[in-house]
């Protein structure tokens, strides 16, 4: 049998990422204090590049020493250990306490399921032991309302911190936790046929007042930069604008470029390299803020009763819908909401704090909202309901879930079976 060989052509698509692309996916993903360091940085580092001083941001010390030396101050985690000494705690009870701790986001909220705080242990303390530490230790720890797993917990634990009445209590539980309330007029309607207009009000008024992110009121101040402001206008609604008041502004040095061009003077590689690379800088930093802009944008519209105090229920929201609404790629709308943050009539607030993901491809329900109408249900049972029962009520109201999806969020909320029940 004859070898022979054979030259084949085959035509394919491949994507390659070019240095360029990558370096502008690397910018997407800077918070507002890494980006104005780089561009300081690069104006140093770059001579086409100049700052307009009339409009530079004034500070007490150097940004980018800033940066690389606050790791070394006293952190939220730190402060929040340190009060762990005054509980008499067993050794399983401050090993939870620890992990839970540096589990928090930065601003103050637990937003990881207690499964994977047990999976973080080695299951070496059930859920139920998980639970009990988070809310009879860390829940007791100042600032108030740290550990919460939303944002209607964390303005629950800071209500009962200030001590209020019984019956303040009871409707600000019921404002916060009945499902059946889309929003505060809707609660305040509703709750008039059992309590006096004049303490819903009062009620209503000390929720807008709560802190949505207790842990950034410890952060130092410089390290929280927000890229976007919430502006509220005059018709009830609000702007919502890129905050450009901090933000330095650098064009190129035409005199320069113009030096360079100039045929006269034999300008190097290496200088015209320089060039195109102050453009790109220019251009892709206009790009960033622009797209944080936009994906800014459409979170404050569709989470709008949320941010004007109408409502404390956000609305199911993902990184998908963002991008096919946006026209980007999800990946690129995850790198945007990393460590940025929108200062609101509520505070200083994570972009992606103000995503809640839904439960069932059906009908828009968040987690929280699921686990507040499972705990209806058994709460209002008159014989003990199987998890599958549950699901059957539910989805005749359109929920469309399974069995398994009431089972885990029923243990969430640390139910026991209808068996044990």
């Given at each position: 049998?004859a070898i022979k060989l054979v030259r084949e052509f085959k035509q394919n698509q491949q994507l390659s990422i070019?240095?360029?692309?990558?370096?502008?996916?690397?910018?997407?993903?800077?918070?507002?204090?890494?980006?104005?360091?780089?561009?300081?940085?690069?104006?140093?580092?770059?001579?086409?590049?100049?700052?307009?001083?009339?409009?530079?941001?004034v500070s007490s010390s150097n940004d980018f020493d800033v940066l690389e030396n606050q790791p070394t101050e006293?952190?939220?985690?730190?402060?929040?250990?340190?009060?762990?000494?005054?509980?008499?705690?067993?050794?399983?009870?401050?090993?939870?306490?620890?992990?839970?701790?540096?589990?928090?986001?930065?601003?103050?909220?637990?937003?990881?399921?207690?499964?994977?705080i047990e999976e973080l242990m080695g299951y070496a303390f059930s859920i139920k032991e998980i639970k009990r530490?988070?809310?009879?230790?860390?829940?007791?720890?100042?600032?108030?309302?740290?550990?919460?797993?939303?944002?209607?917990?964390?303005?629950?634990?800071?209500?009962?911190?200030?001590?209020?009445?019984?019956?303040?209590?009871?409707?600000?539980?019921?404002?916060?936790?009945?499902?059946?309330?889309?929003?505060?007029?809707?609660?305040?309607?509703?709750?008039?046929?059992?309590?006096?207009?004049?303490?819903?009000?009062?009620?209503?008024?000390?929720?807008?007042?709560?802190?949505?992110?207790?842990?950034?009121?410890?952060?130092?101040?410089?390290?929280?930069?927000?890229?976007?402001?919430?502006?509220?206008?005059?018709?009830?609604?609000?702007?919502?604008?890129?905050?450009?008041?901090?933000?330095?502004?650098?064009?190129?040095?035409?005199?320069?470029?113009?030096?360079?061009?100039?045929?006269?003077?034999?300008?190097?590689?290496?200088?015209?390299?320089?060039?195109?690379?102050?453009?790109?800088?220019?251009?892709?930093?206009?790009?960033?803020?622009?797209?944080?802009?936009?994906?800014?944008?459409?979170?404050?519209?569709?989470?709008?009763?949320?941010?004007?105090?109408?409502?404390?229920?956000?609305?199911?929201?993902?990184?998908?819908?963002?991008?096919?609404?946006?026209?980007?790629?999800?990946?690129?709308?995850?790198?945007?909401?990393?460590?940025?943050?929108?200062?609101?009539?509520?505070?200083?607030?994570?972009?992606?704090?103000?995503?809640?993901?839904?439960?069932?491809?059906?009908?828009?329900?968040?987690?929280?909202?699921?686990?507040?109408?499972?705990?209806?249900?058994?709460?209002?049972?008159?014989?003990?309901?199987?998890?599958?029962?549950?699901?059957?009520?539910?989805?005749?109201?359109?929920?469309?879930?399974?069995?398994?999806?009431?089972?885990?969020?029923?243990?969430?909320?640390?139910?026991?079976?209808?068996?044990?029940?």
């Open positions: 049998m070019t240095p360029q692309l990558k370096k502008s996916i690397d910018l997407l993903q800077l918070s507002r204090l890494e980006i104005i360091n780089k561009i300081n940085k690069e104006i140093e580092e770059n001579p086409f590049l100049k700052k307009d001083f009339e409009n530079e941001w006293f952190t939220l985690q730190d402060h929040l250990e340190d009060q762990l000494k005054d509980f008499k705690l067993n050794h399983a009870e401050k090993k939870i306490a620890l992990i839970i701790i540096q589990s928090l986001e930065e601003n103050g909220l637990l937003q990881i399921d207690l499964d994977e530490v988070l809310h009879n230790i860390i829940h007791e720890l100042e600032p108030a309302g740290i550990g919460a797993q939303s944002f209607k917990e964390t303005i629950f634990i800071q209500l009962k911190k200030q001590k209020i009445s019984t019956n303040e209590l009871e409707i600000a539980k019921k404002i916060l936790f009945n499902p059946e309330f889309s929003n505060f007029e809707e609660a305040k309607a509703n709750l008039e046929m059992s309590y006096s207009e004049r303490s819903i009000e009062a009620v209503l008024s000390k929720i807008k007042q709560c802190d949505l992110s207790p842990g950034l009121g410890f952060e130092s101040t410089f390290l929280i930069q927000p890229d976007l402001e919430v502006i509220p206008d005059n018709n009830q609604s609000f702007i919502v604008q890129f905050k450009k008041d901090s933000f330095p502004l650098f064009s190129i040095d035409s005199d320069l470029e113009e030096l360079v061009k100039d045929k006269k003077n034999k300008a190097n590689k290496e200088l015209k390299e320089k060039i195109g690379e102050a453009k790109w800088l220019i251009r892709s930093i206009n790009k960033r803020n622009e797209t944080v802009q936009n994906v800014g944008i459409l979170i404050c519209k569709i989470q709008a009763d949320f941010l004007s105090n109408k409502s404390v229920e956000l609305k199911p929201l993902s990184n998908i819908e963002l991008a096919k609404e946006l026209k980007i790629s999800p990946s690129t709308v995850s790198r945007i909401l990393r460590s940025k943050y929108i200062q609101t009539p509520k505070g200083a607030i994570p972009m992606k704090s103000l995503l809640a993901n839904s439960v069932s491809k059906t009908r828009k329900v968040t987690p929280m909202q699921l686990m507040e109408e499972i705990q209806i249900i058994v709460e209002s049972e008159q014989k003990k309901l199987s998890d599958q029962k549950i699901s059957d009520l539910l989805n005749k109201r359109g929920f469309n879930l399974a069995r398994r999806t009431i089972s885990k969020y029923r243990k969430k909320i640390n139910l026991p079976s209808s068996r044990n029940r």
